[in-house]
């Protein structure tokens, strides 16, 4: 008997067309070449605004929804990580002299820290009680931040000197911070990606869905919980820090409101919770909706964008109960011929 080798029958690895957990597709491919390109096009100054917010709410709406949707923590006081990343790398730039570059990571690392903290403090609470502590441990930042006058402004803010240099990561032309939202963005999507296709992301999934079944298995939900928590603080602090040298300014009454929270909390929702690309679409859909409505409606008819803004939100909820994503994937699995 001739023997001429083993035929080997494993198939290639094909890449999808529309998004999988933990797998690449073609669509997210495309999405991000479109992003690139709305980046390097000449576009209006008003509309590259509304592509440098879509690109940080993005990846804002990514890091709420590691906790809230991959660990079923629902969090309605991510605003204090926003703030206290932003405060961060904003007080060492203008009372120490250290460069955002740096700080950033300090901000995030701080953020993370009393991410963790919340996680562990709170960690016997849930579902409308956990809520109640996570805005109410923002609303104790926000005081913090209105009452700390001599380090973060106080109700005045703090402002940042719009003198454009790399070191101070202030920049003149747009353009320059359109890629730098970009790049935070990309980066948290990896993130996302890597964390929903490791056994640490399927941890997080076994904890949201059925805690006993999890704890049972030999799965910890305290610490998959807290490290959650933690990188999603971390993440929302970096984003802080970018929202801050973009518009060099902090308002405590912004950044560390229960509106931007819910913001937050909405975009995912919209998208897709414990999806990947869902608080992408959520964020590129609502994003650009809230401020185009804002920028036509906001002075002539006051009031007005945000009743179309809300209609248009009860429309997608209502057809799209699992979000867009989870229109894609019904899509994925639409066969009209067979």
């Known amino acids: 008997m001739l023997v001429t080798g083993?035929?080997?029958?494993?198939?290639?690895?094909?890449?999808?067309?529309?998004?999988?957990?933990?797998?690449?597709?073609?669509?997210?491919?495309?999405?991000?070449?479109?992003?690139?390109?709305?980046?390097?096009?000449?576009?209006?100054?008003?509309?590259?605004?509304?592509?440098?917010?879509?690109?940080?709410?993005?990846?804002?709406?990514?890091?709420?929804?590691?906790?809230?949707?991959?660990?079923?923590?629902?969090s309605f006081g991510h605003a204090a990580f926003f703030g206290v990343g932003g405060y961060t790398s904003t007080i060492l730039?203008?009372?120490?002299?250290?460069?955002?570059?740096?700080?950033?990571?300090?901000?995030?690392?701080?953020?993370?820290?009393?991410?963790a903290a919340l996680a562990l403090i709170c960690a016997r609470l849930r579902g409308p009680f956990f809520i109640l502590s996570t805005l109410a441990f923002a609303e104790v930042v926000r005081i913090g931040a209105l009452n700390w006058s001599s380090l973060t402004g106080g109700p005045e803010g703090l402002s940042i000197m719009p003198t454009p240099g790399l070191a101070s990561m202030v920049f003149a032309s747009k353009a320059t911070y359109a890629w730098l939202m970009l790049g935070y963005l990309v980066v948290v999507y990896a993130i996302t990606k890597a964390l929903e296709a490791s056994r640490f992301g399927y941890y997080l999934f076994a904890i949201r869905d059925n805690e006993d079944a999890a704890s049972a298995a030999g799965?910890?939900?305290?610490?998959?919980r807290t490290l959650a928590m933690a990188l999603s603080a971390a993440l929302t602090g970096v984003g802080g820090s970018l929202f801050a040298q973009y518009f060099l300014y902090l308002d405590p009454t912004y950044v560390i409101s229960p509106e931007l929270s819910f913001q937050f909390a909405l975009l995912p929702a919209v998208g897709g919770l414990g999806t990947a690309i869902g608080p992408v679409l959520g964020s590129f859909l609502i994003t650009p909706l809230s401020e185009l409505l804002r920028s036509y409606f906001g002075n002539s008819a006051a009031g007005l964008?945000?009743?179309?803004?809300?209609?248009?939100?009860?429309?997608?909820?209502?057809?799209?109960?699992s979000g867009l994503a989870g229109a894609l994937a019904k899509l994925a699995r639409w066969r009209p011929f067979s």
Do not use: Q
């Open 6 to 74: 083993a035929v080997s029958t494993k198939k290639p690895m094909r890449v999808p067309i529309l998004p999988e957990r933990g797998r690449l597709s073609w669509f997210e491919l495309v999405l991000l070449l479109v992003c690139i390109g709305l980046v390097v096009a000449s576009i209006p100054s008003s509309l590259r605004d509304v592509i440098l917010l879509s690109f940080l709410f993005g990846g804002l709406a990514l890091a709420w929804n590691i906790a809230g949707g991959y660990a079923g923590l629902i």
């Open 93 to 115: 730039l203008v009372h120490y002299d250290i460069t955002p570059w740096i700080g950033i990571w300090f901000g995030g690392t701080i953020a993370g820290v009393f991410g």
């Open 219 to 224: 799965v910890n939900p305290l610490l998959g």
């Open 305 to 321: 964008h945000l009743v179309i803004y809300s209609l248009g939100l009860v429309v997608v909820m209502l057809y799209f109960p």
